[in-house]
């Protein structure tokens, strides 16, 4: 069992940028790939981007191409997602998600542990 929190949400005029973490509960990224979601009001949980088991390999939404990217530090026990040039249909809560599957996984059904959220609210 994986236990993820996300933390580092908060509200952003557009333009500006955010870095969301997400920590494994005693347990190391090295042998989980990772993925980002979000959810609006009113939408569907969206795939935002994804981080291979190996650390290597990364897949984006086109929405977000450019300017979010994915990164895990040292001891791989957290994942960041960095937020640059934020615009207000980015706001929505953020899920962090990991999988034990080697590929780099894209689809909701393909996570099995979830974290709790954390909004991002751009306002224009």
């Known amino acids: 069992q994986v236990q993820l929190v996300e933390s580092g949400g908060g509200l952003v005029q557009a333009g500006g940028s955010l870095r969301l973490s997400c920590a494994a509960s005693?347990?190391?990224?090295?042998?989980?790939?990772v993925g980002w979601f979000r959810q609006a009001p009113g939408k569907e949980r969206e795939f935002v981007i994804a981080l291979s088991r190996t650390g290597i390999s990364e897949s984006a939404a086109d929405s977000v191409k450019g300017r979010f990217t994915i990164s895990r530090d040292n001891t791989e026990t957290t994942v960041y997602l960095h937020m640059n040039s934020l615009k207000p249909e980015d706001t929505a809560v953020y899920y962090c998600?990991?999988?034990?599957?080697?590929?780099?996984?894209?689809?909701?059904?393909?996570?099995?542990?979830w974290g709790q959220g954390t909004q991002v609210t751009v306002s224009s």
């Open positions: 998600a990991a999988t034990g599957r080697f590929t780099i996984a894209t689809k909701r059904y393909e996570y099995d542990y």
């Open positions: 005693g347990r190391s990224f090295s042998n989980y790939a």
